[in-house]
């Protein structure tokens, strides 16, 4: 689902354990609903909204790491490819085929990197290289130095393409979803409960229905912020991948 989905969902089961102290509250007898019950469902909620604030956090966490770790791995990517293409222009032009398959090469890696990584692309498959990738190797190791300015600048070329090979690499092997979907279960679970027993010994009115319902909102936005964070390459907050397209001018000079 996505998750927006999800969120909605949430927001039933939240909001739907309103109601749920509703109900069991019309049906107790009113001696049950004071005194130490009182105490002890108040004592409880505590704990469980202790432990629902502990797991929000650790999904907070998880799925803000998962957004800034991929955000950066694509700047460096970007900025690898750039200073690969500075690399070979001081080369020469004897690099300019290299160059140019260079900047045929990011289209097609944007496309793979955002959609490999898009929810509900399927199951995990094999890494393959594209062929434009590997004839910018094959591009590289052709050249033949005449100088040792040259066969520097190879050798700095060789060492930047591989680091962005294994940037790649890691976007690949990081693609799949960062929030567990047990401590989802569990929170939106906890969550429900809190409200309920909320419910219980608040006034069955319009007005208090109202608040509750505004707080079940409240808490549904916040499990939305956390699953759009937990996918980068899709959704509101998704990496724009414009200034990777951009990274180059077309044609090389």
């Given at each position: ?63 803000n790491g998962k957004f800034e770790t991929e955000s950066s791995q694509i700047k460096q990517l970007t900025a690898n490819i750039v200073l690969l293409d500075n690399t070979l222009d001081l080369y020469g032009q004897d690099a300019a085929p290299a160059r140019a ?153």
């Open positions: 689902m996505s998750p927006l989905q999800t969120s909605l969902v949430a927001f039933a089961c939240i909001f739907g354990g309103t109601f749920l102290g509703i109900f069991v509250r019309n049906k107790m007898p009113h001696r049950h609903l004071s005194g130490d019950t009182k105490d002890i469902v108040r004592q409880g909620t505590g704990l469980i909204a202790t432990l629902a604030s502990l797991v929000l956090g650790l999904l907070i966490a998880s799925a398959v260079l900047r045929r090469e990011i289209g097609v890696l944007a496309d793979r990197i955002w959609g490999e990584n898009r929810p509900g692309f399927g199951k995990p498959k094999p890494f393959e290289a594209s062929v434009l990738g590997l004839s910018i190797y094959t591009e590289i190791l052709k050249l033949a130095p005449k100088t040792d300015a040259q066969r520097f600048l190879q050798g700095r070329a060789i060492d930047t393409l591989i680091d962005i090979g294994k940037t790649r690499l890691l976007l690949f092997t990081n693609a799949g979803d960062s929030i567990p979907v047990p401590f989802l279960t569990v929170l939106v679970g906890w969550l429900a409960l809190i409200f309920a027993s909320i419910s219980l010994f608040a006034e069955s009115s319009a007005r208090t229905i109202a608040i509750l319902c505004v707080f079940s909102f409240a808490a549904s936005a916040a499990i939305f912020l956390i699953l759009e964070l937990g996918q980068p390459f899709a959704g509101l907050m998704m990496i724009s991948d414009q200034p990777l397209r951009d990274a180059l001018a077309t044609p090389p000079r």
